[in-house]
T-cell receptor, first 111, second 114 residues
């Protein structure tokens, strides 16, 4: 079983709509969680860190569910520029907190 | 501008050849990392370095080597022993090694076999 699993998508979303997707992780001792955005053939860029209380940054909301071992990302009022692959990243509980990357969820926002 | 610079953007390797990918950062970060990304897969860790003159193997270190002689620089050599080197290589850095530290990436090097 992969340590971090994501639905690859694509999630096709009309402009202005809301889209949400989850990421599950296998290590219950994981301590830190992040969402990165990766555009086609570009490097990943940090979108947001995920705190235990959940956090919001503009149109983006991230939630952590430790009991069920998943994190979620919700995008409201989708823009064409939100089209990208969203990578779920989980830090392990080992001494140096190695990051485990999911393979990504592709979101395509259509006019 | 502060950031991470990788070069070259594209690189072609001949059979039996070693090639070196450059990674330089001016963020004053202690920790640096090398990842490989293949289509449909998550990033996989090749090597990481917590501090100058120290580095550790990641999950897929075979066929690769690194050095960390300066804080700013963490070059990766893809040796001829790496039989499937075609991939997108990403260098990253963070303030320190630690799971609560997000990593920031350079814009990558695409390596292909000639």
């Amino acid at each position: 079983r992969k340590e971090v699993e994501q639905d690859p998508g694509p999630f096709n979303v009309p402009e202005g709509a809301t889209v949400a997707f989850n990421c599950t992780y296998s290590n219950s001792a994981s301590q830190s969680f992040f969402w990165y955005r990766q555009d086609c053939r570009k490097e990943p860029k940090l979108l947001m860190s995920v705190y235990s209380s959940g956090n919001e940054d503009g149109r983006f909301t991230a939630q952590l569910n430790r009991a069920s071992q998943y994190i979620s990302l919700l995008i409201r009022d989708s823009k064409l520029s939100d089209s990208a692959t969203y990578l779920c990243v989980v830090a392990g509980a080992d001494s140096w907190g190695k990051l485990q990357f999911g393979a990504g969820t592709q979101v395509v926002v259509t006019p | 501008d502060g950031g991470i610079t990788q070069s070259p953007k594209y690189l072609f390797r001949k059979e039996g050849q070693n090639v070196t990918l450059s990674c330089e950062q001016n963020l004053n970060h202690d920790a640096m990392y090398w990842y490989r990304q293949d289509p449909g897969q998550g990033l996989r860790l090749i090597y990481y370095s917590q501090i100058v003159n120290d580095f550790q193997k990641g999950d897929i270190a075979e066929g690769y080597s690194v050095s960390r002689e300066k804080k700013e620089s963490f070059p990766l050599t893809v040796t001829s022993a790496q039989k499937n080197p075609t991939a997108f290589y990403l260098c990253a850095s963070s303030i320190a090694v630690g799971g609560n530290q997000p990593q920031h990436f350079g814009d990558g090097t695409r390596l292909s076999i000639l």
